[in-house]
């Protein structure tokens, strides 16, 4: 598969019109925007922004307990938003490594994706400053909606992979599509795997990756 440049792949469970929950979760917040990226990206780890540049942080690894704890906070501000909206699914809870891992699932709910995910981001960060304000501690929770961000990290590896053969193949630098920092680190990932690099450019919401050549 071959991305050109600017082109935006799609998902399949993304959903062009707004929601109602959009709606819901920008005015419990006032301004979903503001925070966005102030809790870090999803795939990151800890000490890192968005794009990997090293951050200073004293707050120690939170233990099982507490990410936990963390789970059940945000699985109840899931569940109250879901009852606002009047929208029916299940709500799983986990821990992976370090972060706490919250699902939505047995019900097809794109009103908590979006296009290209906004949605499910804008949700993501609402709820973090949920479980940041009960706690008091920085989070890396991260909120999945019926397998949506496992489905889009597949597709987005492929599309880092398919640029740094063709970046390899023509030894020109490639540009992407404009991404957000999720997007972003899933593709420097894939890059990277394959024996490249690649760095971000541009100013949000038009920031994106380009794929170098070696040397």
């Given at each position: 598969?071959?991305?050109?440049?600017?082109?935006?792949?799609?998902?399949?469970?993304?959903?062009?019109?707004?929601?109602?929950?959009?709606?819901?979760?920008?005015?419990?917040?006032?301004?979903?925007?503001?925070?966005?990226?102030?809790?870090?990206?999803?795939?990151?780890?800890?000490?890192?922004?968005?794009?990997?540049?090293?951050?200073?942080?004293?707050?120690?690894?939170?233990?099982?307990?507490?990410?936990e704890?963390?789970?059940?906070i945000?699985?109840?501000?899931?569940?109250?938003?879901?009852?606002?909206?009047?929208?029916?699914?299940d709500i799983?809870?986990?821990?992976?490594?370090d972060?706490a891992?919250?699902?939505?699932v047995?019900?097809?709910?794109?009103?908590?994706?979006?296009?290209?995910?906004?949605?499910?981001?804008?949700l993501?960060?609402?709820?973090?400053?949920?479980?940041?304000?009960?706690?008091?501690?920085?989070?890396?929770?991260m909120?999945?909606?019926?397998?949506?961000?496992q489905?889009?990290?597949?597709?987005?590896?492929?599309?880092?992979?398919?640029?740094?053969?063709?970046?390899?193949?023509?030894?020109?630098?490639?540009?992407?599509?404009?991404?957000?920092?999720?997007?972003?680190?899933?593709?420097?990932?894939a890059?990277?795997?394959?024996?490249?690099?690649?760095?971000?450019?541009?100013?949000?919401?038009?920031?994106?990756?380009?794929?170098?050549?070696?040397?």
């Open positions: 598969m071959s991305q050109q440049d600017d082109a935006v792949p799609g998902s399949g469970a993304e959903d062009e019109a707004g929601s109602a929950l959009a709606v819901t979760t920008a005015a419990d917040d006032g301004d979903a925007g503001a925070s966005a990226g102030s809790f870090g990206d999803e795939l990151l780890p800890p000490g890192e922004d968005a794009d990997g540049t090293a951050e200073a942080s004293d707050q120690p690894r939170p233990t099982v307990a507490e990410l704890l963390e789970g059940e945000a699985a109840d501000y899931i569940e109250g938003l879901l009852d606002v909206a009047d929208l029916d699914g799983d809870m986990d821990v992976e490594g972060r891992v919250v699902s939505v047995g019900a097809t709910l794109s009103e908590l994706v979006g296009r290209r995910g906004e949605v499910l981001e804008a993501q960060e609402l709820t973090r400053l949920a479980v940041h304000q009960q706690t008091g501690n920085r989070t890396r929770m909120l999945d909606v019926g397998g949506y961000r489905r889009r990290r597949a597709e987005l590896a492929e599309a880092g992979q398919d640029a740094a053969e063709e970046v390899r193949r023509t030894g020109q630098p490639k540009k992407l599509w404009p991404m957000n920092p999720f997007e972003r680190k899933v593709v420097h990932d890059v990277a795997a394959a024996g490249l690099r690649s760095e971000s450019e541009g100013e949000e919401p038009e920031r994106r990756v380009v794929v170098l050549p070696v040397g």
